[in-house]
Antibody, heavy 122, light 110 residues
Framework: EVQLVESGGGLVQPGGSLRLSCAAS????????MHWVRQAPGKGLVWVSR????????NYADSVQGRFTISRDNAKNTLYLQMNSLRAEDTAVYYC???????????????WGQGTMVTVSS | QSVLTQPPSASGTPGQRVTISCSGS????????VNWYHQLPGAAPKLLIY???QRPSGVPDRFSGSKSGTSASLAISGLQSEDEADYYC???????????FGGGTKLTVL
């Protein structure tokens, strides 16, 4: 079964750090772009970051650039998000998602994890 | 403020046809295809439409998508109670070099 399972969320103080993990199974992990998408309580979806299948290329949303680092370990089929200098506005459910390339020439997030909650508060 | 603009709410009665709009700009919808996701309360989002108008396997043909210029639409025909969810549009933005989402539309089945 194709599956993504996030972990590592929790309560952290402003200015603190946290590392999220996303364990992938059921597919060739290294063949896909992987993403982090977050959702603040009661709010909409916001894309955070992406990483190429071989880890050679990354992109970030302006709101996290310089504070968050996306990485992957293809030997462990695991995606990571290192979050530093956390702010109250980073409080959200963080989802990892697989980006699938369809024959039509389009990418879409076809597989999502269940999410892990990050709360930044003193 | 989301880069893509969606109406915050929509509603319909069972059996009706409902459309949800998504407005963007030349750097996102105008240059790239649109994807639609739906999200039930407390659950992860699920892909509904990719490539502006294509349905992944398993998605009923009651759901259809279209795109024209810098706008896109999701249509749901034969509305059912289980369609009550939040719906999001998304597209790659060439200027931001990242994915952008709409603010979401809460669909209520009356």
């Amino acid at each position: 079964e194709v599956q993504l399972v996030e972990s590592g969320g929790g309560l952290v103080q402003p200015g603190g750090s946290l590392r999220l993990s996303c364990a992938a199974s059921g597919f060739t992990f290294s063949s896909y772009w992987m993403h982090w998408v977050r959702q603040a309580p009661g709010k909409g979806l916001v894309w955070v970051s992406r990483i190429h299948g071989d880890g050679s290329s990354t992109n970030y949303a302006d709101s996290v650039q310089g504070r968050f680092t996306i990485s992957r370990d293809n030997a462990k089929n695991t995606l990571y998000l290192q979050m530093n200098s956390l702010r109250a506005e980073d409080t959200a459910v963080y989802y990892c998602a697989r980006s699938y390339y369809y024959d039509s020439g389009s990418y879409a997030f076809d597989i999502w994890g269940q999410g892990t909650m990050v709360t930044v508060s003193s | 403020q989301s880069v893509l603009t969606q109406p915050p709410s929509a509603s319909g009665t069972p059996g009706q046809r409902v459309t949800i709009s998504c407005s963007g700009s030349g750097s996102n919808i105008g240059s790239n295809t649109v994807n639609w996701y739906h999200q039930l309360p407390g659950a992860a989002p699920k892909l509904l439409i990719y490539g502006s108008s294509q349905r992944p396997s398993g998605v009923p043909d009651r759901f259809s998508g279209s795109k024209s210029g810098t706008s896109a639409s999701l249509a749901i025909s034969g509305l059912q109670s289980e369609d009550e969810a939040d719906y999001y549009c998304a597209a790659w933005d060439d200027s931001l070099d990242g994915w952008v989402f709409g603010g979401g539309t809460k669909l209520t089945v009356l």
